[in-house]
C-alpha cells in the first residue's frame, strides 16, 4: 500500500514550537489551518503539494494560502 498523503505542511508556532503534519485533501488541509491558525506564524506556513508534477514545482508560487 502506498502512502495515502497529498500535502505534507510545515509551519513554525508562536511560541517557537514547529508543526507537522500531512493531510489527504485540501479539505482536511484548510480544516487544520484554521484549527490552528491562532497558534501559527501564517508566513512561516510551507505547503508541499506532493502530487504535483516536478517541473511546474520550478513555477510554482511560494504560497498556497
Not at 500535502?7 to 508556532?13: E, F, I, K, R, S
Not at 488541509?29 to 512561516?44: D, S
Request: hydrophobic share 30%; glycine share 6%.
Amino acid at each position: 500500500m502506498g502512502n495515502t498523503c497529498r500535502y505534507v505542511v510545515n509551519a513554525l508556532g508562536k511560541g517557537g514550537e514547529t508543526y507537522y503534519t500531512q493531510c489527504k485533501d485540501k479539505h482536511e488541509l484548510k480544516k487544520w489551518i484554521t484549527e490552528n491558525q491562532e497558534k501559527l506564524i501564517m508566513h512561516e506556513l510551507n505547503i508541499t503539494d506532493k502530487n504535483q508534477h516536478p517541473l511546474l514545482k520550478l513555477f510554482k508560487p511560494k504560497k498556497l494560502f
